[in-house]
């Protein structure tokens, strides 16, 4: 393992130099079990007009897959989630090559049916947060459509991974997906709060009445600017706990009533169980995309959010500040040029 600075200033990959490259965006569960698993490895530390990401990003290589993985937290958990470097964060990965994203984050649960442990491939997000910058365009009226946010390839395809690994019924049919003992959910609408402290219990059940099913601090801005980055995104949510609208149930008699050590260790064991899942199923995802050249030319040539900037700068290009195209280029420079291909 060594270190890599990605210098000289300015470099970016070029489309003739892109190949399929899964960025992985968690915590440090994930990122050790990638590490463990990596032959060989490089640590990234990179340069973008937005300062730096949360963490070095290891490259490494997964069933023959180019992998990178960024930890959101930063080493030893240390950045709330109000102060992630999101936008730094995404382009540091689509400087280094990254054509896919898929990321992993702990949450809570709003319904009884997301049970604790369980993982859950997002299809929705409702964003409600409100001191985080949403966009790399502070200069330019940049509109992408982000009616689906979590891109349809991927998700299809990280379920027909947890498939592959669920047991089948006497009928030899899978009547739940299941990785490990985890169920995996084929749907979920994440709500994004701010944080740090969690809601209230207006808060739950205003978040329920709205059509949420998990609650979250990460996934936005973090999903959006993917899209401005024309990277398709797929969540892989794990439930740690229900939130405060699921009133706990009552001490019996003569047993110790719960402590915030006991209530902090119990989201913490979830947590655990979770990421071992999710651990799995995505090794199984690797696997599937390293041995199919057909999955990885599907992944490579029918995911919507590679053309997500065709039609999305409403700016007149000749009012632009060349500074600023410039700066961004890695990002525009192949649509604000007419040339279709990233």
Wanted: charged share 20%; aromatic share 8%; proline share 6%.
């Amino acid at each position: 393992m060594f270190v890599c600075d990605v210098a000289p200033r300015g470099f970016c990959y070029t489309p003739a130099m892109r190949e399929l490259t899964v960025g992985v965006i968690g915590g440090t569960g994930l990122g050790q079990a990638f590490a463990s698993q990596a032959r060989d490895s490089i640590h990234h530390e990179v340069h973008t007009p937005f300062g730096q990401p949360s963490s070095s990003i290891l490259e490494t290589r997964i069933d023959g897959v180019r992998v990178l993985f960024l930890s959101r937290h930063g080493p030893g958990h240390v950045i709330p989630p109000s102060m992630i470097p999101y936008r730094a964060n995404v382009f540091a990965l689509r400087k280094l090559g990254c054509t896919h994203v898929i990321a992993s984050g702990a949450v809570g649960s709003l319904r009884d049916e997301f049970s604790p442990r369980d993982l859950v491939v997002c299809d929705q997000v409702i964003d409600k947060t409100y001191r985080r910058v949403g966009t790399f365009f502070d200069r330019a009226a940049v509109h992408v459509e982000f009616a689906d946010p979590f891109c349809p390839v991927l998700r299809q395809l990280l379920l027909d991974a947890a498939r592959s690994k669920s047991p089948a019924n006497a009928m030899g049919e899978i009547d739940t997906l299941k990785v490990n003992q985890s169920t995996v959910h084929d749907f979920g609408c994440y709500l994004t709060m701010e944080g740090p402290a969690f809601s209230t219990r207006a808060e739950a059940l205003m978040h329920r009445m709205w059509g949420g099913d998990l609650i979250g601090m990460t996934a936005m801005p973090e999903a959006k600017l993917a899209r401005e980055a024309e990277l398709p995104y797929a969540l892989l949510a794990m439930v740690t706990d229900y939130d405060c609208w699921k009133p706990r149930p009552a001490v019996k008699e003569g047993e110790p009533a719960p402590t915030a050590d006991s209530l902090l260790a119990e989201i913490r064991h979830n947590l655990s169980a979770a990421t071992s899942a999710a651990i799995d199923l995505l090794g199984s995802f690797m696997s599937r995309v390293g041995e199919s050249p057909e999955v990885r030319d599907a992944l490579l040539t029918t995911c919507p959010a590679h053309h997500a900037l065709a039609g999305a700068v409403w700016s007149d290009q000749s009012r632009l500040d060349p500074v600023e195209i410039d700066r961004l280029s890695l990002l525009w420079k192949h649509r604000l040029d007419g040339t279709e291909s990233l």
